[in-house]
């Protein structure tokens, strides 16, 4: 046999690193490996190679559901139902449940105790934001944003205008911008999108005929939120 073949002299080698070589084959291999230097460098090139497939792999745990599948394949006339859960954790996961039916519930309550339902954002002839108006049940909750200065014998009476509708008075703004505006059971009943919102400058204490007299400084459309 011609051991100075390129292939066969790797092919050798490598069978020998890999542990394949039978004993006969393995002796005669070992007495050239004693007289043949460049033999002796391939063999290390295989071993080198190999060395990394023999070190050892970290340990790993496997998953229980992978467990419970080889179990299903191996003993398939056994029932293999999956671990009960400790009861803290059931208990865990009942608190949390309850958890978030009760924040469900406590928002419900507190949307339905505040009862805001429409929001109105009036501006000015320029629309520029001016008054935030928000209604609930029984008043409305005004927010100035940039109001013009009103001279003292003058008051803002704020409007309620339905489609083809005529001007109902919902009362006068609050003498410092912000504050409440209480409403009657008639003006409550008046409060349903769609709606214009306005506020016309009037004679102190009000219009005088039930009608805006004065300009229309601000109005807006009332929402529902």
Known sequence: MNYQTTALRRALAADYAIGLMPATA??????????????????????????????????????????????????????????????????????????????LFVGVMYQRDTGQAYNAMLVSASQQPALQIQAFPDHLQVEPLALAAVEPARDLELWAIAPGGRPVSLGLLPAAGKGRIPLSKAQQALLTAPLTLAVSLEPQGGSPTGQPTGPVLYQGQLTSL
Do not use: Y
């Open 26 to 103: 393995r002796r005669r291999f070992e007495a050239l490996l004693l007289e043949d230097a460049a033999l002796r460098v391939e063999l290390g090139h295989w071993q080198d190679a190999l060395a990394s497939l023999t070190g050892a792999l970290p340990e790993r745990p496997v998953p229980e559901h992978v467990w419970d599948s080889i179990k299903a394949r191996i003993e398939p006339q056994v029932l293999h139902l999956p671990a009960k859960k400790p009861l803290w954790m059931n208990l865990r996961l009942l608190a949390a449940a309850c958890a978030v039916v009760v924040a």
